[in-house]
């Protein structure tokens, strides 16, 4: 019990922001925001128009359907919104899927919608940013890009499936990229598999 005459102070949510962009990998973005809210984060999610239509194509989700995975959803022309401004303290900024073009909007620091604002802001207040990067094979231009990214703080994470874990359906193998992704955003409470080596 709380003694007469002391407050309890509860320690704030710990706040996501991420993006979901065109490239292919939807149900990344979703398990991120599903499994971020089940370790109690806030989440704060920017969904490109490109982004809803590969959702809807490999997920059967429309935006609406993604937006209520979120505790808050901007557009991406929604420049005013909060995660707009470093002074919104947040834990990390995961694009997930990450598309070329938003990688390259964000490696020339464009800040031309809120995505890639919300990134620059990350990167300028050297908080953490991961970008799901999604194609391949890579040319010239993307290797660049993601080696401008990573001169700047950001960490460039391709959803490569850990096979050695021997995940038995797609559903395993997104799970546990997910749980990666989100201990390197500092969240309490993610809990990838860990390797203990050839027995």
């Known amino acids: 019990m709380t003694p007469a005459g002391e407050h309890t102070q509860t320690r704030p949510r710990p706040r996501l922001v991420v ?3 065109g490239a292919t990998g939807a ?3 979703l398990q991120l925001l599903r499994r971020a809210r089940a370790l109690g984060a806030e989440t704060h999610l920017i969904l490109s128009p490109a982004g809803v239509l590969n959702a809807h194509h490999e997920l059967g989700l429309n ?3 993604l937006e209520r995975e979120a505790d808050r959803a901007y557009a991406p022309g929604d420049v005013g919104a909060c995660v707009a401004s470093g002074s919104f303290s947040t834990a990390a900024m995961v694009v997930a899927p990450c598309s070329m073009r938003t990688l390259a909007a964000i490696a ?3 800040s031309d919608n809120l995505m890639t604002r919300a990134a620059d802001v990350t990167l300028k207040e050297r908080r953490r940013l991961i970008l799901m990067v999604r194609e391949t094979p890579f040319n010239l231009a993307h290797l660049r890009n ?3 990214v990573t001169e700047m703080g950001g960490i460039i ?3 490569l499936p850990a096979l050695y874990l021997k995940p038995a359906s797609i559903e395993e193998m997104v799970a546990e990229t997910v749980e ?7 969240l309490p409470g993610a809990a990838p598999q860990a390797w203990n080596g050839l027995k």
């Open 19 to 21: 993006g979901i962009t």
């Open 27 to 29: 149900a990344y973005g």
């Open 63 to 65: 935006r609406d359907a």
């Open 108 to 110: 020339h620091g464009l």
């Open 146 to 148: 993601m080696t401008a």
């Open 157 to 159: 994470f391709p959803p």
């Open 180 to 186: 990666r992704v989100l201990e390197l955003s500092q």
